[in-house]
């Protein structure tokens, strides 16, 4: 290609090649009518822009990820050291199970996600003022507010939250025997989901239009950062998959108030016979799935995208097969709606669908292991910097390929059954769909905070939070594979004598909850490096891992309301322009002119070459 | 270059501790030694995907961590290598997937001689039923549950009259013979899972669900609950006896019919009410 004068042509394999005449057409869009707040009220807290939506996204998010850690300290503590804490007792036990399992799958993981890197990221990566709709933006976060603090007056709620599970399984859900079935405990849990899906729908609206229309001049589809592909398929997913929970909610709240029975067989409790009849607990199962298996790649498929985009700048390597990842995203995506009963192999459906949602579960596998592939393939011959980013990009690959390879197991329905509903299960999403995000999301935040701040995260702490993290993560889940293949539930309050529970199996689950509480302890260092870098960390520039894509080429950092000067930046490459022969720097970034690249790199020979 | 040790150190680790940690799978007493058979082929499989993964990214990182002067090479795509790897994963997938679907048409196809017995589910107690002398079950329903039938047979079955209930006892089952376990529930869900015998199945109220089993060696082995049905659910256990099939059919002998104990039962609880 002309911008490329000497060293090996790069292949001819970048989707839109620039042509060498190529001339940017005139910015087409000056300035956007945007909401301009005036008081600090408007645009600190009623705000409007994505940017600081997303941060209030993020920051409630890690405020109620941070009770559900507590909450993981405190149920370890009752497995590793039976009645050492004397207030939990069986129902607080299952309480708080429930409350964690939910928490951090919804309201920490996928709200991080999609509300908090899906509001910074989307318009910034794709060179958009803001999103679509910004007040509908700014209304998704409050209704978001309001669900987690339904959830948290759950707790001083009369009889607690509900101990149901995270899926919230009816019929007990909504009997006695279960705390909080016949309190408020589920009818806050139920109200809370409803709305966290109406707020999500506000947000996830605008994040598919935004991708959709807001691209600025030469951004096509597949010059979009991966990013912003896996937070793009996530939110179309999550748009066709919340409806089913949203529906599952509206009719188990008829159900427990209204008296209806969606749900509901004739049943005996304690002696006596309830009033339901006629209804069908499976169905509930089913429209749960249909939307709790997507929801695992919603929280994946982000994750994917974001790891991406760390591995490509820090190794210094365009991302290996890009429009391979693309179509994998996309195949996974697609492929999600058509699992979701491998989570009910032994619920007693009809035994038959085992074979079909068998095949395609494994199916799915394939677009999985090319993603892996290409990621180990990013690595190889690139030019690594061990950043703290880049750390736990690795220790994501890591924990990943553990858990989607667990996953084969108890995908393989067989397999499954005399596997489900034990340890082996905790073990695996914990890896999978647990820790592997959650190094995502730490490496993310390593990776933006100085383009959101202006400043550096403090390496030592950070040293220290990935080390702990990502070891101790590994040896709390890995061994507890074998608990579960030993046969140990999960979902037990305790153990007690069993014969096939030999007792060394009690020292390993000790082990494991002293594991626990130092890796909760090292978050605790990590929420202290936000705040201290905030003031005392050095001073980024804007690009300090030398980016290619938009969001470090913006005229201010932090970014200001607008995120671009007079005019949007224009896009003439992928976003993956890294170490191209005979270009002066190992990266150009995407609204780097062709022309320009050609000029520089004619006048100071390339080093290396 | 700590991250490369910590990577070797997980890749060895992990394949050590599979092979010499005590924690593995509790001697298997029913004819699903096949299901064992397929966790071994997949424990292999992803064993080596995941070694050879792992010590990769060491490599990498070893081999190609920044160097000032060095510069990474510059390959977007390479389609060949893309096809080979998505081919060989491909065979991975099938090698578990196929003995696994064997397998299941094995688990859901249940043998014409196996003899039938229930398992129902209660918050938080198992109650079992066999056929009387007629080999036949009869007809329940959650309906006619009261305290003297907590099973809820019904009366006008005559298969009913001569089914033997067991409650608050072990479960004691043949050896060598298949059985079909049908599983109820009267209250909310609750899963039979008994670890030695690699098999559990979800018990719903309002339906009658199964699955078959043929133990292998005699013993007693935990019945758990393996679906959180409340408060009590860690505490809903009971045991099953395997026995030798001759010792089995004088024990069923021995105990009460439905019909006995429904002549009974009144007056038992006449007294409990003095
Ligand atoms: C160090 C971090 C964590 C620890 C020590 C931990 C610990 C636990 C424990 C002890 C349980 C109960 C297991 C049982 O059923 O007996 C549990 C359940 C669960 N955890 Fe975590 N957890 C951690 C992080 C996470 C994360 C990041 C997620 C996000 C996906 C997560 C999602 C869940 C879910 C969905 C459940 C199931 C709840 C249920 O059974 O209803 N956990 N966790
Ligand atoms: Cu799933
Ligand atoms: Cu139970």
């Known amino acids: 290609m002309v911008d490329i004068p000497r060293g090996p042509t790069p292949p001819q394999i970048i989707p839109d090649t620039v042509p060498p005449d190529y001339m940017p057409p005139p910015a087409e869009v000056k300035e956007v009518e945007l909401y301009h707040a005036h008081s600090w009220i408007t645009k600190y807290v009623f705000c409007q822009d994505a940017k600081i939506i997303a941060l209030q996204y993020a920051g409630t998010a ?35 199970i429930t409350i964690h399992g939910m928490v951090m799958v919804i309201y920490l993981i996928t709200a991080i996600f999609l509300g908090g890197f899906g509001n910074y990221l989307i318009p910034l990566m794709l060179g958009a003022r803001d999103m679509a709709f910004p007040y509908l933006n700014m209304l998704s976060y409050w209704v978001y507010l309001l669900a987690v603090l339904m959830l948290v007056a759950s707790f001083f709620a009369p009889g607690g939250p509900t101990g149901a599970g995270w899926t919230l399984y009816p019929p007990q859900a909504i009997l006695s025997g279960t705390p909080g079935g016949q309190q408020s405990g589920i009818l806050l849990m139920l109200i809370s989901l409803i709305l966290f899906v109406a707020g999500f729908t506000m947000g996830g609206l605008n994040y598919v239009v935004t991708v959709l229309q807001g691209r600025t001049r030469g951004m096509t589809l597949m010059r979009m950062p991966l990013t912003v592909w896996g937070i793009f398929t996530a939110t179309v997913m ?49 429209l749960f799935w249909f939307f709790g298996h997507p929801e695992v790649y919603i929280v994946a498929l982000p994750a994917f995208g974001i790891v991406s985009d760390l591995i490509s700048t820090h190794a210094r390597k365009n991302i290996f097969g890009y429009r391979m990842m693309v179509w994998a995203i996309i195949a996974i995506g697609a492929l999600s709606f058509v699992v979701w009963a491998h989570h009910m192999y032994v619920s007693g459906m009809n035994p038959a669908f085992g074979f079909f949602f068998a095949v395609t579960t494994l199916i799915i596998a394939i677009p999985t292991a090319i993603k892996v592939y290409n990621w180990v393939l990013t690595l190889w011959r690139g030019n690594i910097h061990l950043t703290i980013p880049m750390l736990f990009a690795i220790g994501f690959i890591v924990t990943f390929v553990n858990g989607g390879l667990t996953g084969l197991f108890l995908g393989n329905v067989v397999v499954d059954v005399p596997l489900s509903d034990t340890m082996f299960v905790v073990a695996h999403f914990h890896m999978v769909m647990g820790v592997a995000p959650i190094l995502v999301i730490f490496g993310a935040i390593y990776h933006w905070y100085p383009k959101i701040t202006g400043r550096m995260m403090n390496e030592a702490m950070g040293q220290v939070h990935f080390w702990v993290t990502f070891a101790g993560a590994y040896l709390i889940f890995f061994p507890m594979h074998y608990l579960g293949l030993l046969g140990v539930p999960r979902r037990y309050y305790e153990m007690g004598e069993t014969a096939f529970v030999p007792p060394s199996a009690h020292t390993l689950n000790e082990f494991i909850t002293v594991m626990a509480l130092i890796v909760g302890a090292a978050q605790i260092l990590f929420v202290f490096n936000l705040l201290w870098s905030l003031r005392y960390g050095r001073d980024a520039g804007p690009n300090p891992w030398q980016a290619t894509t938009l969001e470090w080429q913006t005229p201010q950092t932090p970014p200001g309301h607008g995120n671009w000067g007079k005019e949007l930046p224009a896009v003439y490459r992928w976003a993956y322009d890294y170490s191209v022969p005979g270009a002066p720097e190992d990266f150009i970034p995407q609204n780097q002119p062709p022309q320009r690249a050609a000029t520089q790199a004619s006048l100071q020979p390339a080093p290396g070459e | 270059m700590k991250i490369v040790v910590l990577l070797l150190l997980i890749a060895v680790g992990s394949v050590l501790f599979h092979l010499v940690s005590p924690w593995y799978w509790t001697p298997i007493a029913s004819n699903w030694e096949y299901i064992d058979h397929t966790i071994t082929i997949t424990f292999w499989i992803t064993g080596v995907v995941f070694t050879a993964i792992v010590l990769f990214v060491a490599y990498c990182v070893y081999r190609f961590r920044y160097k000032p002067e060095q510069r990474a090479h510059y390959e977007p795509e390479n389609r060949r290598l893309e096809g080979w790897l998505t081919l060989v994963t491909a065979i991975g997938v099938v090698a578990m997937l196929a003995p696994g679907l064997i397998v299941w048409h094995q688990f859901v196809t249940v043998p014409k001689d196996a003899s039938a017995f229930e398992v129902v589910g209660q918050q938080w107690q198992w109650s079992y039923r066999y056929p009387g002398k007629d080999g036949k079950l009869g007809a329940a329903d959650i309906k006619h549950i009261t305290d003297e039938n907590p099973l809820g047979l019904i009366a006008e079955d005559p298969h009913g009259q001569d089914d033997v209930i067991i409650q608050g006892d072990d479960l004691k089952v043949p050896l060598g013979k298949p059985v079909k376990v049908l599983l109820r529930s009267v209250d909310v869900l609750h899963d039979f899972y008994v670890p030695e015998f690699r098999s559990k199945m979800d018990m719903i109220p309002g339906m009658v669900t199964y699955f078959w089993f043929t133990p292998t060696r005699t013993g007693t082995f935990d019945v758990l609950c393996a679906e959180l049905c409340g408060q009590g659910h860690a505490y809903m256990r009971s045991k099953v006896v395997v026995v030798p099939e001759a010792e089995f059919h004088a024990w069923l002998d021995q105990q009460p019919t439905f019909a006995q104990l429904q002549q009974t039962a009144p007056a038992k609880i006449r007294q409990a009410a003095k």
Request: with cysteine; proline share 5%; charged share 5%.
């Open chain 1, 62 to 96: 890690l405020a109620i990820g941070f009770v559900a850690l507590v909450l993981s300290w405190l149920m370890r503590l009752q497995l590793g050291f039976p009645g050492l804490l004397a207030f939990i007792d069986v129902n607080v036990y299952y309480q708080f």
């Open chain 1, 238 to 286: 999550a748009l066709l998959a919340f409806p089913a929970l949203f529906v599952a909610c509206v009719m188990m709240l008829f159900d427990r108030l209204l008296g209806t029975s969606f749900f509901m067989p004739s049943l005996v409790e304690m002696g006596q016979h309830l009033k339901y009849g006629g209804g069908s607990p499976i169905l509930f199962q089913h």
